[in-house]
């Protein structure tokens, strides 16, 4: 027999020879969308490139988006993942400044989340949001990034709205 043309999808190979050969394969499980030059690639959680992609294939996976950000994504990923709800609504990720992220949540609103204690943050936005529903059509950005400060920033339209002196009613 011949073996596989590409291995580029495995992670692992082991073969155990006695009157037949036994090969155990471990795919790779793609996690993310790597765009990088106008391109994207798909990725496993290790950052590892699977394989370059054509068309609507993964529309499931956030794009992931930094030079060194594959590298990174196993760091985030799981903390992002302990807040399903939330984690169902990010559709990108930016590793900006090779030390932190900014997460695209609806296609519309940036989480800057701050350098360190991603996990606190991430929850913190989460119960709000479960408690209060702050992301929604009016919030263009939510600035995590100072550790006492949530900052909300408004659409020009609604921000507009709340500085008009007098009623609104």
Known sequence: RRPPRSTQGVSSAASDVYKRQV??????????????NG????????????RKLNGALFQHLPIIIGDDAPTQVKQILPILKKEPE??????????????????????????????????????H??????GHKVLND???AVDMRVSDQ???????????????PGRTT
Do not use: C, H, Y
Not at 150 to 164: G, W, Y
């Open 23 to 36: 090969i155990n394969l471990k795919e790779r499980r793609p996690t993310g969308r790597w765009q990088r």
């Open 39 to 50: 391109r994207l690639t798909l990725i496993d959680e290790d950052g590892v490139v699977i």
């Open 86 to 123: 939330l984690f169902g609504r990010v559709k990108a990720l930016t590793f900006v400044g090779g030390r932190r992220w900014n997460v695209r949540v609806d296609d519309k609103i940036d989480i800057k989340l701050p350098e360190n204690q991603i996990d606190k943050a991430w929850s």
């Open 125 to 130: 936005l989460a119960t709000i949001e479960r």
């Open 138 to 140: 009016d919030v263009i």
């Open 150 to 164: 949530f900052i909300i920033k408004l659409t020009p339209a609604k921000a507009s709205v709340i500085r008009k």
